[in-house]
């Protein structure tokens, strides 16, 4: 079995059942004892879960963000995936947002051809890359300025208002870090207050979210199906998912 699915199905046994036995899961996902706890030691320094004596659980109580290194290299291949179907969305002259996520950050290599675009991201990777390979007739701003092309500076805009109220924006690209029947969650309340504010001054709202995160909760609610206008995955949801996107007129495409 591939490393990564291997991580992939312990995670989700570990989702679901909260405390599981090492016994247990060896049996589940068909590996040796050492390889489990080689696994498990991974898992845990990612913050995903506890070892304890004889199992496992999951790691419920942690509200931080997972460091960016860490996020940017879990799932990077469906994440590219997702990000090529929602780069058919961009064309020139618009006016886009681009959440911080690593999901979110596959996008920016498939725009910098794309002319006159209007970009505002909260993400200070996505920013420094853009404004070093888009083309000069896009720009690229953050809260507080516009990005200096070539330059890793911002040149300030003074304002009494929130700096976004100032965007007329087409389509607002977000992620997530988990979706089921009944909303989208973040771990971060500030991440779920942000992204709510940005949805409302938004068009339109399209949430990228691989496989990985169906089916999980989070601490803080950032909206219900109604809030987004386009999803798109890796893989096809399941019943459940695809049921509560189909009562709310959201377009839902997969890899």
Same mark, same amino acid.
């Not at 004596?53 to 460091?67: C, M, Q, R, W, Y």
């Not at 890359?129 to 007739?137: A, E, G």
């Given at each position: 079995?591939?490393?990564?699915?291997?991580?992939?199905?312990?995670?989700?046994?570990?989702?679901?059942?909260?405390?599981? !036995?090492?016994?247990?899961?060896?049996?589940?996902?068909?590996?040796?004892?050492?390889?489990?706890?080689?696994?498990?030691?991974? *898992? #845990?320094?990612?913050?995903?879960?506890?070892?304890?004596?004889?199992?496992?659980?999951?790691?419920?109580?942690?509200?931080?963000?997972?460091?960016?290194?860490?996020?940017?290299? =879990?799932?990077?291949?469906?994440?590219?995936?997702?990000?090529?179907?929602?780069?058919?969305?961009?064309?020139?002259?618009?006016? /886009?947002?681009?959440?911080?996520?690593?999901?979110?950050? #596959?996008?920016?290599?498939?725009?910098? @051809?794309?002319?006159? *675009? /209007?970009?505002?991201?909260?993400? *200070?990777?996505?920013?420094?890359?853009?404004?070093?390979?888009?083309?000069?007739?896009?720009?690229?701003?953050?809260?507080?300025? =516009?990005?200096?092309?070539?330059?890793? !500076?911002?040149?300030?805009?003074?304002?009494?208002?929130?700096?976004?109220?100032?965007?007329?924006?087409?389509?607002?690209?977000?992620?997530?870090?988990?979706?089921?029947?009944?909303?989208? $969650? =973040?771990?971060?309340?500030?991440?779920?207050? !942000?992204?709510? $504010?940005?949805?409302?001054?938004?068009?339109? @709202?399209?949430? *990228?979210?691989?496989?990985?995160?169906?089916?999980?909760?989070?601490?803080?609610?950032?909206?219900?199906?109604?809030? $987004?206008?386009?999803?798109?995955?890796?893989?096809?949801?399941?019943?459940?998912?695809?049921?509560?996107?189909?009562?709310?007129?959201? #377009?839902?495409?997969?890899?």
């Amino acid at each position: 079995m591939d490393a990564q699915k291997r991580l992939d199905d312990i995670m989700s046994i570990v989702s679901k059942k909260k405390r599981v !036995s090492n016994a247990d899961l060896s049996k589940a996902v068909f590996c040796s004892p050492s390889t489990l706890r080689r696994d498990l030691i991974e *898992l #845990e320094k990612k913050e995903l879960l506890k070892r304890i004596h004889g199992g496992v659980i999951l790691n419920k109580f942690d509200t931080s963000e997972p460091a960016l290194f860490l996020r940017e290299t =879990e799932h990077l291949e469906q994440k590219k995936a997702i990000a090529n179907i929602a780069s058919s969305i961009i064309g020139p002259g618009m006016c /886009i947002f681009l959440d911080a996520s690593s999901t979110v950050f #596959e996008l920016c290599p498939l725009i910098t @051809s794309i002319e006159h *675009l /209007i970009i505002f991201t909260s993400g *200070l990777k996505a920013a420094s890359f853009l404004s070093d390979s888009c083309s000069k007739t896009t720009k690229i701003f953050v809260n507080g300025g =516009e990005i200096k092309h070539r330059a890793s !500076s911002i040149i300030k805009v003074d304002s009494g208002s929130q700096f976004i109220d100032h965007f007329n924006i087409d389509v607002a690209f977000f992620s997530a870090r988990g979706i089921d029947q009944n909303g989208i $969650y =973040e771990a971060n309340l500030a991440q779920a207050v !942000s992204k709510k $504010y940005v949805m409302e001054h938004s068009r339109q @709202s399209c949430l *990228l979210i691989d496989n990985s995160k169906f089916n999980q909760s989070q601490f803080f609610k950032i909206g219900d199906f109604k809030n $987004y206008n386009i999803l798109i995955s890796n893989t096809k949801p399941d019943d459940n998912l695809l049921t509560s996107a189909e009562k709310n007129d959201i #377009e839902w495409l997969f890899d």
